[in-house]
């Protein structure tokens, strides 16, 4: 798989004038692409070509060729002209990473337990280099935040720094409509679960903090048995 991707990735380069050499603009394109990708995986209908456009940040003539190149891949598929959505290739790749993903199942349990407790959204975010993007997504009340899966959440020293589990749950993320509480599962810092409610919604004692570090730590005690057990 490895050798194929960097195959399609030098395809790309070429396809837009490009040699094989890494340099700013070589990384300008590889940004183009994941753009697309991002958006192929993360949209639940097809995508106009003037969106994906718009989105990576190219002429519609440059992303109409870097569309055909992904679906000649199967990293995209064109259902109707001018309409494109993710393509087996990519969704391959997508459930090949969710099925070496050990806590997927239990998380999706803690999550909806905990969304379905506190009245709050509840998610499970991934952390590494700086960025925390959302993983998973529990939101029985249907609260009306933009929040969904793949989403990156804003910047902040917490993503980069880490916590421990001994931190317990860290209030992140206030501001004129929403409040954020994380937790880790990790002593790495490299996976969460939040709660993600509006200011008015804010809990007003420590019942929802409890119950996310109670089950951001039952989770950590999960994957240690895992590890233990070889």
Excluded at 65 to 86: E, N, T, V
Excluded at 130 to 142: D, I, K, M, S, T
Aim: charged share 20%; hydrophobic share 40%.
């Amino acid at each position: 798989m490895e050798r194929a991707f960097c195959s399609t990735a030098r395809q790309w380069l070429t396809l837009v004038g490009m040699d094989d050499d890494v340099n700013t603009s070589a990384r300008s394109v590889a940004d183009k692409v994941m753009a697309l990708l991002h958006a192929l995986g993360t949209a639940e209908h097809p995508v106009r070509l003037a969106e994906l456009s718009e989105v990576s940040d190219t002429s519609k003539g440059t992303c109409r060729r870097l569309l055909l190149d992904l679906c000649s891949q199967g990293y995209a598929h064109s259902p109707a002209r001018g309409l494109y959505l993710a393509g087996p290739q990519l969704q391959g790749l997508a459930a090949a990473v969710v099925r070496n993903d050990p806590l997927g199942g239990v998380s999706a349990d803690s999550l909806d337990a905990l969304a379905r407790a506190t009245g709050h959204l509840a998610a499970r975010v991934s952390v590494a280099d700086g960025r925390a993007v959302v993983l998973g997504v529990e939101n029985p009340q249907r609260l009306p935040l933009a929040l969904q899966v793949g989403d990156q959440l804003p910047a902040h020293p917490l993503w980069s720094e880490g916590a421990t589990t001994d931190d317990g749950p860290v209030e992140e993320y206030p501001s004129g409509s929403t409040w954020t509480l994380a937790a880790p599962t990790d002593e790495q810092g490299t996976t969460f679960l939040v709660l993600v409610g509006f200011t008015f919604m804010r809990p007003q004692d420590e019942t929802a903090a409890q119950l996310l570090a109670g089950h951001a730590r039952a989770l950590g005690e999960a994957m240690t048995g895992l590890r233990d057990a070889g």
